[in-house]
């Protein structure tokens, strides 16, 4: 079995445009033939409720995506290509997961915060309009990721986090089960890919309402190509091709031959409207015979519907079996199976960063400090007596975390070679003891 598992879904809440083409789907399907690993794609419609209300909208969006990708060449006999409604694992092991994933963690995710601050900055309560959907979002994603214990997600930029959510997610529930159940993912942003300028300029993307959909007709296209924005140069007068849109967009399609011509016809003066005139039929050249192939597959929406199914049969013989153990390990079990070996699964308990007092043998009294998962975030010197360490253990947690009080305090707590710790994940882990310190002396008075 290949070792590495490459794992990426599609959001079906809108229709593929050239951003797409270039950013996403051609480079997915290049690395699906280099055959050196498993690929996971999949259509992520279950995400699509979240932004999208539109019932319509979700179900042409996903036979359009469906099919943009089986006519660009995706072959679903190589690959794990389904739907994630298919995968009636994904929504079991969310809800598993969403039993162990702090709720903190969700309050930090940046799709989140944005709506909040919004909300905040429009004078409206905090949580105006934002659905529990839109809460949860990390956790679902991770539940894609994790069930098919994915090695690499490819994302772009705005995804980063929530891959960095899904390995803590799966850290804790590999902590939490005892047992390395999930592979932690990576995310891998491609920086070679080309991010495409829209029409304005700006990114290209479905938010700034400035794309050049996938699938039109070429003589759309070509008006589509002629709507971009440029600078008032005229013909004759030199262009810079390194600040240009149509230039960008020529070179995701050229080869660097032609490319290297375009830059000479540039700095000779080419006029805007011949540059797009180029520009466009490069563009057609490549997709001209993709389009006829999606015309074929989207006026045979039942082909793709039986591609889909037998792609969510081939996937599932992989999460069945897993949620399987899963379930077990977090006690949805028989009550004639036998329980695993005893443990503490006080959830709350495990969700904090845990101080641990500890004796060598050399007589000498230690403290360390470990996240919620169980990481080592610090190990303290020796001491003679354990009233000196537990004195600087308990002042640790009273800094709160904070950065200036904590180093001076790290002076006396550390062997002098452990100075160099990353000081952040301590202090956020201080920050969380002091919290729940606190919290519980309120309760208690
Ligand atoms: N959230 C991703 C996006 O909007 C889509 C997505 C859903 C995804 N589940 C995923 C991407 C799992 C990678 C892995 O782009």
């Known amino acids: ?9 599609i959001t079906t809440s809108g229709t593929p445009h050239l ?17 050196d690993a498993e690929s996971f794609y999949f259509l992520a419609d279950y995400h699509a409720l979240i932004k999208c209300g539109d019932p319509e909208r979700v179900q042409r969006s996903t036979l359009e995506i469906a099919a943009s990708w089986l006519a660009c060449g995706l072959d679903p006999d ?71 214990n994915a090695h690499e997600v490819p994302v772009g930029r705005d995804q980063i986090q929530h891959i960095e959510m899904a ?16 592979t932690l993912p990576e995310a891998r942003v491609e920086e070679h890919v080309a991010t495409l300028p829209g029409t304005d300029g700006r990114k290209m993307s479905k938010s700034y309402d400035n794309t050049i959909p996938l699938w039109l007709p070429a003589g759309e296209l070509r008006k589509a190509i002629l709507g971009i924005v440029t600078d008032s140069r005229a013909p004759g007068e030199a262009k810079d ?65 039986a591609l889909l199914h037998a792609g969510a049969a081939k996937a599932r013989q992989r999460s069945a079996p897993f949620i399987t ?22 959830p709350a308990a495990l969700a904090l960063p ?44 009273e800094t709160g975390g904070d950065p200036a009080r904590l180093r001076q305090l790290l002076l006396e707590c550390v062997p002098a070679d452990e100075l160099a710790l990353p000081i952040e994940p301590i202090a956020a882990a201080l920050a969380a003891l002091k919290a729940a310190r606190l919290a519980k002396a309120k309760a208690a008075s």
């Open 241 to 305: 091709p390194d600040s240009s849109n149509i230039f960008a967009i020529y070179q995701a399609f050229a080869t660097a031959d032609e490319a290297a011509a375009m830059r000479e016809a540039f700095a000779a003066g080419i006029g805007w409207g011949e540059a797009k005139q180029r520009l466009f039929e490069r563009v057609d050249a490549e997709l001209a015979p993709l389009r006829a192939s999606y015309e074929a597959l989207i006026a045979d929406p039942a082909r793709i519907e």
């Open 78 to 148: 190589k690959v794990f290509f389904y739907r994630q409604s298919d995968i009636p694992e994904i929504p079991e092991l969310t809800w598993l997961l969403t039993c162990v994933t702090a709720k903190g963690l969700l309050n930090r995710a940046h799709a989140y915060k944005a709506a909040v601050d919004a909300n905040t900055a429009g004078g409206e309560d905090a949580d105006a309009g934002i659905t529990a959907g839109l809460y949860m979002y990390p956790v679902l994603m991770a539940a894609d990721i994790l069930i098919f």
């Open 325 to 346: 153990r899963l379930r077990h390990a977090a006690g949805i079990r028989r009550l004639t199976d036998a329980p695993a070996r005893p443990r503490a699964a006080d």
């Open 1 to 9: 079995m290949p070792a590495r598992r490459i794992l990426t879904g």
């Open 354 to 397: 845990q101080l641990k007092s500890y004796r060598e043998s050399d007589g000498r009294f230690h403290f360390k400090l470990e996240d919620a998962a169980g990481t080592l975030l610090l190990r303290s010197r020796g001491f003679d007596a354990p009233r000196e360490a537990g004195r600087l253990s308990a002042a640790l947690v």
């Open 19 to 35: 951003g797409n083409y270039v950013g996403a789907i051609r480079p997915a399907i290049a690395a699906s033939r280099r055959g």
């Open 167 to 182: 390995r803590d997610i799966g850290q804790r529930c590999n902590h939490l089960y005892g047992g390395e159940f999930f």
